[in-house]
């Protein structure tokens, strides 16, 4: 699975974050713009992190649950997850370099 976006749900999000030691999941919306504007952005970042970091999306109107768990209240939020702990939380359409620089500070 290196190198793919995986799809985060309500029923695998605990332990798809116990299973990758450090993981960014894309909280997000199929109507929101901004959204759109960052997915190839973690398309290229999943496959520039290959083997170091896994990428998932989890959408929020498909998996409130998990969104309301971790107050996601503006999307896109991206939140990094080393070893099941929240160490990085990104809200809005960032530049490229501005999210990997994020990653990089956790490898």
Not at 3 to 28: C, Q, R, S, Y
């Amino acid at each position: 699975m290196a190198g793919k976006v995986l799809t985060a749900t309500d029923d695998n999000f605990e332990d798809m974050v116990k299973e990758h030691p450090l993981i960014l999941v894309d909280f997000w919306a199929a109507w929101c713009f901004p959204c759109k504007m960052v997915a190839p952005t973690i398309e290229e970042l999943a496959k520039e992190f290959e083997g170091k970091v896994t990428f998932a999306k989890l959408n929020v109107d498909e998996n409130p649950k998990t969104a309301m768990r971790f107050g996601i209240t503006s999307i896109p939020t991206l939140i990094l997850f080393k070893k099941g702990e929240v160490v990085e939380k990104v809200i809005g359409a960032v530049p490229r370099e501005h999210l990997a620089e994020k990653i990089r500070a956790h490898l």
